[in-house]
């Protein structure tokens, strides 16, 4: 079944059109991987996802529930587009931890400021902050820093700040995770180390939105692949068509112009 379905979605920054007709859906436990160059509009489709930018046209649904609706304004009251972003996690090219922090209340920092809205926050605290711990314990377990719970960001590396911020992703038990070039910020042996645990989540089936620059891993851990040029889907499909048999002469270009820069 659809986890997400994105339908004739159009967005536009004054006179520019950034995304026109974005029509995509995507299952429970697969992975997305958008791939296209610099300005072709992947960035601005994950805003608008996470409700980071209002689209003009067109509906978002989650799970079979519209979350966002261009034409209905019921859709978009600013006192639930905070609790709809949450279907959506989100990790961005620069990981954005708060210094002051450990590496463990980064994870749990969202999560506790929730259960302080809970009706039984103030009887049950305890108990729901040592639950949220223990996630957040088991979460940066996950991503391979469980002797790093209690460093601060910059006694972390770069690959190592950037699986905090997956794991305080995860933290909030998204429906679908999206990376905004996860790895980009990073020095090239750092790389390695966060597609690693992209991978991880996707062999555990964690439905996944992943804009990416790496070519070779969109190839082996996407279940399906868009390729975007100039605010458009150019191709969609399984990595084998949109990789190893485009239809479209610019996907072809695309890819040629990538492996002659690598
Ligand atoms: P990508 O992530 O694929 O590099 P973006 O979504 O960041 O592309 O940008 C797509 C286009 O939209 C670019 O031409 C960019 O300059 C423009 N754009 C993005 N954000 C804004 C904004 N807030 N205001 C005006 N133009 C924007
Ligand atoms: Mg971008």
New binding site residues.
């Given amino acids: 079944m659809s986890i997400l379905e994105v339908i004739q979605l159009e ?1 536009r ?2 006179g ?1 059109e ?2 026109q007709g974005i029509d995509f859906s995507l299952n429970q436990g697969e992975s997305l991987a958008i791939i ?12 608008c996802l996470n409700f980071l ?1 209002r689209p003009d046209k067109g509906r978002i649904i989650v799970n079979g529930q519209v979350i966002f609706d261009a034409d209905d304004p019921s859709t978009q009251r600013e006192g639930e587009v905070r609790k709809k972003r949450l279907h959506f996690g989100l990790v961005f090219q620069s990981f954005n931890l708060f210094p002051q922090y450990t590496a463990l209340q980064n994870v749990v920092l969202a999560p506790k400021l929730l259960a302080k809205e809970l009706p039984d926050f103030t009887k049950n605290k305890q108990s729901y902050f040592n639950e949220i711990e223990a996630h957040g314990r088991t979460l940066l377990d996950q991503v391979g820093l469980t002797d790093k719970l209690g460093a601060y960001p910059h006694m972390l590396s770069g690959g190592q700040q950037q699986r905090v911020a997956i794991a305080r992703a995860l933290a909030l038990e998204p429906d679908i995770l999206c990376f ?2 996860p790895t980009s910020a990073l020095d090239p042996e750092l790389t390695g180390e966060v597609l690693k645990v992209i991978r991880a989540l996707a062999n555990r089936n964690t439905t996944m939105v992943i ?1 990416t620059h790496e070519m070779d891993f969109a190839r082996s851990v996407a279940d399906r692949v868009i390729f ?1 040029d100039e ?1 458009v889907i150019v191709e969609q499909g399984t990595p084998e068509e949109v990789f190893g048999n485009p239809k479209e002469e610019r996907t072809r270009q695309f890819l040629a112009r990538y492996k002659e820069s690598n």
Avoid: N, P
């Fill in positions: 967005k920054f004054g520019l950034v995304l296209g160059s610099s300005g072709s509009g992947k960035t601005t489709l994950l805003r930018e905004d070039e804009v975007m605010g």
